[in-house]
């Protein structure tokens, strides 16, 4: 309701046109996050990630005396907790009949994507890669890593990215695929 000339109005509310689970995908809460955040600092005792001021983070040094605290907490980050629980929230499946001939450099590729991600957050990693043959899955840690992935194969390699998320999850999965021209 919106006053005009002092008498009430109803406003009209645009509607957006986007789907609602890709919408809704950043509203969920991540299962594995930290609840309650730990007094102090803590270590990861897997990956030696720090968490600090509400942030997880790589620093080796930071690690070696935070470690040798006593009231330093050693925790599991949420990233090793879904390494370890096999709960990945992106699946990148590629399929090309070239695959064989290039894997090594598309490999190198989706590494080179996920340290650049790892660098700005720790929580954003590869969890495995299966290699099927002309089929290749990647399974991560985060939704926007698979998704950034399939954007770099289409740069890189053209082919199609198609995306679909959960509708219960906060879960990703991207399909890229190239035929033989």
Request: charged fraction near 30%; glycine fraction near 6%; charge should be positive.
């Amino acid at each position: 309701m919106a006053m005009k000339r002092g008498v009430q109005v109803a406003v009209k509310q645009k509607r957006s046109l986007r789907s609602t689970p890709r919408r809704l995908v950043g509203q969920q809460p991540d299962p594995y996050a930290v609840r309650g955040a730990p007094a102090g600092h803590a270590v990861c005792k897997a990956c030696h990630a720090v968490y600090e001021k509400k942030r997880w983070r790589f620093d080796d040094v930071a690690y070696a005396k935070l470690s040798a605290l006593k009231q330093t907490k050693t925790v599991t980050c949420p990233a090793c907790a879904k390494t370890h629980d096999r709960y990945a929230e992106g699946i990148l499946t590629l399929r090309w009949p070239g695959l064989s001939e290039h894997r090594r450099d598309v490999l190198g590729l989706l590494r080179k994507v996920a340290a650049r991600a790892k660098k700005m957050s720790p929580l954003v990693r590869i969890m495995k890669i299966e290699d099927e043959g002309a089929e290749l899955r990647v399974f991560t840690t985060n939704t926007t890593l698979a998704q950034r992935m399939g954007r770099e194969m289409e740069r890189a390699y053209q082919g199609k990215a198609h995306y679909s998320w959960s509708h219960r999850d906060k879960m990703v999965r991207v399909s890229w695929e190239r035929h033989e021209d």
